[in-house]
C-alpha cells in the first residue's frame, strides 16, 4: 500500500555526480508523514552498508567513505528524499537503496491512519567506471 520509488541512477565517470531521489507514495491513499529517511547501497559480494540518513527535522548522518563528498537532503512536503553525490569513485559502484523506517498514511484498505514501519525501495543501479 506503501511504496518507495529511486530514480536518478546511471553511469558516470570517476569524479562525476549524481542526483538520486526517493519519492514515497500510498496506493490508493495519502501519506501524512515520514519519519527517517535513508540511503543504503550493496556492491556485489558485500553487505547492504548505510550511506546516509536524515530524519524528519533534517538531522543527517553519514558513512565516513562519503563525507565530504555525498549530500542527503529531503522535502517534506513531497516525501522526497535526495543524496547528491559529488566525486564519485569506482568504489561508489553499487545498488542503491532507499529506507524509511516509519510512515503515518492512510488506503482505501486501511482507512484508519495507519504507522506502517521498515519500507524500502527496490533499488537503483550507480556504476562508475571510466
Known amino acids: 500500500q506503501v511504496q518507495l520509488v529511486e530514480s536518478g541512477g546511471g553511469l558516470v565517470q570517476p569524479g562525476g555526480s549524481l542526483r538520486l531521489s526517493c519519492a514515497a507514495s500510498?496506493?490508493?491513499?495519502?501519506?501524512?508523514?515520514?519519519?527517517?529517511m535513508g540511503w543504503y547501497r550493496q556492491a556485489p559480494g558485500k553487505q547492504r552498508e548505510l550511506v546516509a540518513s536524515?530524519?524528519?527535522?533534517?538531522?543527517?548522518k553519514y558513512a565516513d567513505s562519503v563525507k565530504g563528498r555525498f549530500t542527503i537532503s529531503r522535502d517534506n512536503a513531497k516525501f522526497t528524499a535526495y543524496l547528491q553525490m559529488n566525486d564519485l569513485r569506482p568504489e561508489d559502484t553499487a545498488v542503491y537503496y532507499c529506507n524509511a523506517d516509519k510512515i503515518l498514511y492512510n488506503s482505501s484498505v486501511t482507512p484508519r491512519l495507519t504507522y506502517g514501519e521498515d519500507y524500502w525501495g527496490k533499488g537503483t543501479l550507480v556504476t562508475v567506471s571510466s
Open positions: 500510498a496506493v490508493s491513499g495519502r501519506i501524512f508523514s515520514v519519519n527517517t
Open positions: 536524515i530524519t524528519i527535522t533534517s538531522k543527517s
